[in-house]
């Protein structure tokens, strides 16, 4: 039997899946396993895959076609959301792939491992449903300032564009003394920001109606937690987005005030056509409530532009809304069909890259020109910044606001890891510059 010593594994996609590929890691350093920087140095590789759009595919595909000239006798396996949407497929294009491992079975890895070992051919473990295990996810991270807990897994929502619900299952909310004591555990341990993950943490407590303990319920537990500076979550759907968050966000010290809010369009038409279950007008009406209640309160946001039959009027509805609600934040994609899904199935994906591309861009100047006014109030303001690491240039410390907003400033290194209030000087794209007050 080969020896065993290295693992290198490589993350795409979103924090959920950082938070999988912590806890696959620590699974495989359980197994006495090494983790390794290269792909060079590793024994197994392992690929920790994401569906979300084309390009995320793309890049993977791209290197199982180059592991395929010199695989040598190195081990490769892939997990994440593409094992679960091409699952077989993917083991019959590349037969020099090992094995694959679900979204759901991150505590399979190692027997997987030993199975592919002694009997030498290609293995998977694909399950879709996983409640009795979810309370042993645990993790092992290099991070020691924040941490991500998933708090539910899987989504119960259709969006027609979206392959998650296939790649991830339904929703299972996790057990909530389970999740604050692993909050207790990473307070203990030093952690002074926690970050509550789901693909729709709004609907935490939804699936187990008999409990009657829903998302603000848990966060007015997580609030009482001592040595914990901060609380996060992210991602929420808008229809799940209620009043009692709202006034937890208002009354919750711990609490930061940023909610992302993902919109997709702002064309009732196309949200129908996304399966988004809410109107521009409902989504609307629920920023403004939010606003009401915590007028200091950041928000972010998701776009998709470019959807089959998103006219000009269409994305000009898109437009005015994002120039209206001016969002501190945004993520703004093309859009790409995903196989399998109810809108590549349904519509022909008939708008071209060209228009595509314009939109986005005409949104990102945007989004820009928003900022860049914001910004500009913020200047001689104080902000209360997590310090988190030296920044790439090893010269700026970073970190974040509650606000979420990206900070750098000069200051001794023995300020990472706390609390810090600067005053903004300045800022460069959506980045803010300040000095130690
Ligand atoms: S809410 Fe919609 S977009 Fe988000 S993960 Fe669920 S199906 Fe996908």
């Keep these: 039997m080969k020896d065993l010593n290295t693992f290198y594994i490589r993350t795409y996609g979103c924090q959920m899946n950082e938070l999988d590929s912590e806890i696959l890691i620590t699974q495989l350093k359980a197994r006495n396993l090494a983790q390794v920087e290269t792909e060079t140095e590793a024994d197994i590789i392992l690929l920790n895959t994401c569906s979300i759009r084309d390009l995320a595919e793309k890049k993977v595909l791209g290197k199982l076609y180059e592991y395929k000239k010199d695989k ?52 998977k473990k694909l399950d879709i449903d996983y409640e009795k295990e979810l309370e042993n996810f645990y993790a092992t991270r290099d991070n020691k300032i924040k941490a991500s807990i998933a708090i539910i897994r899987g989504c119960n929502n259709h969006c027609s564009y979206c392959i998650v619900p296939q790649t991830r299952g339904k929703e299972v909310s996790r057990d909530s003394k389970s999740i604050i004591n692993e909050a207790k555990y990473l307070a203990n341990l030093g952690y002074k920001e926690i970050t509550l993950l789901g693909q729709n943490v709004n609907s935490y407590g939804l699936d187990k109606p008999d409990q009657n303990y829903l998302f603000p319920d848990l966060l007015y537990d997580l609030n009482k937690i001592d040595n914990i ?25 711990k609490l930061c005030e940023f909610v992302h809010f993902p919109v997709q369009s702002g064309s009732n038409k196309v949200l129908k056509e996304m399966r988004r279950s809410y109107s521009a007008e409902e989504y609307l009406e629920k920023v403004n409530l939010l606003k009401s209640i915590t007028p200091n309160a950041t928000i972010g946001t998701d776009i998709i532009v470019g959807f089959p039959n998103e006219t000009d009027e269409d994305f000009e509805k898109t437009y005015k809304l994002f120039e209206l609600i001016e969002y501190d934040t945004a993520f703004i994609f093309a859009y790409s069909p995903r196989q399998k899904t109810y809108a590549a199935r349904k519509f022909e994906d008939n708008i071209s890259n060209e228009i595509k591309q314009k939109r986005l861009q005409k949104l990102l100047k945007l989004f820009h020109s928003i900022l860049e006014k914001k910004y500009k109030a913020l200047i001689g303001s104080k902000k209360e910044v997590l310090v988190e690491s030296l920044n790439k240039d090893g010269i700026y410390l970073k970190g974040r606001t509650r606000e979420f907003e990206k900070v750098i400033f000069k200051g001794d290194k023995s300020l990472i890891g706390k609390l810090q209030i600067v005053e903004i000087t300045g800022f460069s794209y959506q980045t803010l510059k300040g000095k130690v007050i």
Excluded: W
Excluded at 91 to 118: A, E
Excluded at 233 to 253: Q, V
């Design 72 to 123: 040598k006798d190195k081990i490769i396996g892939i997990c994440g959301c593409m094992a679960m949407s091409q699952k077989e497929t993917l083991l019959k294009k590349f037969p020099h792939l090992d094995f694959l491992i679900g979204t759901n079975n991150l505590l399979d890895i190692t027997k997987v491992l030993d199975d592919f070992l002694s009997k030498n051919t290609q293995m």
């Design 229 to 253: 500076d901060r609380i996060r979550f992210m991602t929420s759907h808008p229809k799940d987005i209620t009043k009692d968050l709202m006034y937890a966000i208002r009354d919750l010290d």
